[in-house]
């Protein structure tokens, strides 16, 4: 069966529901689709068992199992194949490690880099005394059992047994400490420890503003590093992952903000242009401080890219009062999708900021230039409901 075939789409759908009584129902009923139970069908060439797994929808795994899906069944994703077990140690949570040890109960295969995410040592070192050459080994998205060790005793084995402490993972160019930042901050600070190169995002995370000093003196332009796919900064040679792990603080002193790294977010902010300071303000929702900066620094507004001012519109009901009331166009786009910053708070379900710039003469009606859509649509495609019916009215 082919992807684009009507039955595959509806079950496509029903495994994104949640629906597992229609999964069973339509297995039984097409006898093709219960032979092609562990296609690729989902993001990332993912099987549907592999899907749900990430997903920890129990009830859909067991009715996947029960139909026949192969349990150690692996992705197509061409930078590193993984299996249900490896999306659960990838960025683990007790949650997602305790849905892992569910599936190593229904039988799944652990394997050296499931082994190193569960923190198995006896295992790890099993694998390693029969085959010493694996402890480098590229697996899920290319990564090497570092990447995903567990904890600090278990990056101390794999390190004594020859690891590779900045080995770069194939799908994000990230090196063990960098995909550390998906919670096992211990085990950031120990391969930092070991000699591991650090970055201004780990000083962050490590609330750590003597490190991030030595990184801006060594790399002045590392306090303007900023993650893109496959764009990221030169400071970080790569590090996609920050993209996932991140969750969308893709500057350090944004993510300095959002963590609460006090000492460290001080220390950037000081260095920061007023521009950064402006931004870092609105998102404050510190409309005293925004109004200091624009009174102390006269060319800043001016110069502010359309960019920019859609970030800071966005960012907050009292950022976007402070620069409507100066004169700036509610309708200012952003520079990746040519979005509004209407667009941006009915995504993110920002009620307030949408009242304020329809207040202003934001035209509901403008599309950006990616998707080709209305505000009214994204607030759709985001599941908020509340911008929905505002922007229905609209």
């Not at 093709?32 to 139970?37: D, G, K, P, T, V």
């Not at 993984?82 to 140690?89: G, I, K």
């Not at 990838?90 to 923190?119: I, M, N, Q, W």
């Not at 209407?342 to 993110?348: E, I, N, Q, R, T």
């Amino acid at each position: 069966m082919e992807r684009d075939d009507p039955i595959v789409e509806r079950f496509r759908e029903a495994v994104e529901a949640g629906d597992f009584a229609e999964v069973r129902a339509m297995m039984a009923a097409h006898a093709e689709l219960r032979a092609s139970i562990d296609a690729p069908w989902f993001a990332f060439d993912k099987p549907a068992l592999v899907h749900a797994a990430a997903r920890m929808d129990r009830d859909m795994v067991d009715a996947l199992l029960d139909m026949g899906a192969n349990l150690d069944v692996r992705s197509s994703w061409p930078n590193g194949p993984y299996s249900a077990l490896h999306s659960l140690v990838d960025g683990p949570t007790p949650e997602k490690l305790g849905f892992a040890e569910y599936l190593v109960e229904r039988g799944a295969t652990v394997d050296l880099h499931a082994a190193s995410g569960l923190g198995r040592l006896d295992e790890v070192r099993a694998f390693l005394d029969a085959n010493p050459e694996r402890v480098n080994e590229p697996g899920p998205d290319g990564a090497t059992p570092l990447h995903l060790a567990r904890d600090r005793a278990m990056a101390e084995l794999l390190l004594t047994r020859g690891a590779d402490i900045d080995r770069r993972c194939v799908d994000h160019r990230s090196t063990p400490a960098m995909w550390a930042t998906d919670g096992r901050e211990d085990v950031m600070a120990y391969l930092l420890s070991r000699g591991a190169r650090p970055d201004l995002f780990q000083a962050v995370i490590l609330d750590d503003p003597e490190l991030a000093s030595s990184l801006i003196a060594e790399d002045p332009d590392a306090l303007h590093v900023s993650v893109r796919f496959g764009s990221s900064h030169p400071h970080l040679g790569g590090g996609d992952k920050y993209v996932w792990s991140l969750r969308g603080a893709d500057t350090p002193v944004e993510l300095a903000r959002r963590r609460g790294s006090r000492a460290t977010y001080a220390f950037l902010l000081e260095l920061s242009p007023p521009g950064v300071q402006l931004l870092q303000a609105a998102r404050r929702e510190d409309a005293e401080e925004m109004e200091d900066l624009l009174a102390l620094h006269t060319e800043l507004l001016p110069s502010l890219t359309e960019h920019q001012c859609c970030e800071i519109l966005h960012s907050s009901e009292p950022a976007a009062r402070v620069l409507l009331a100066r004169g700036v166009e509610p309708d200012v786009r952003d520079a990746p999708m040519g979005a509004t910053p209407l667009h941006h708070a009915a995504w993110l379900g920002k009620v307030p900021v949408a009242r304020v710039l329809l207040a202003a003469g934001a035209d509901p009606s403008l599309t950006d230039r990616e998707h080709h859509a209305t505000p009214l649509e994204w607030a759709r495609h985001g599941g908020q409901q509340e911008l929905v019916r505002l922007l229905s009215r609209s």
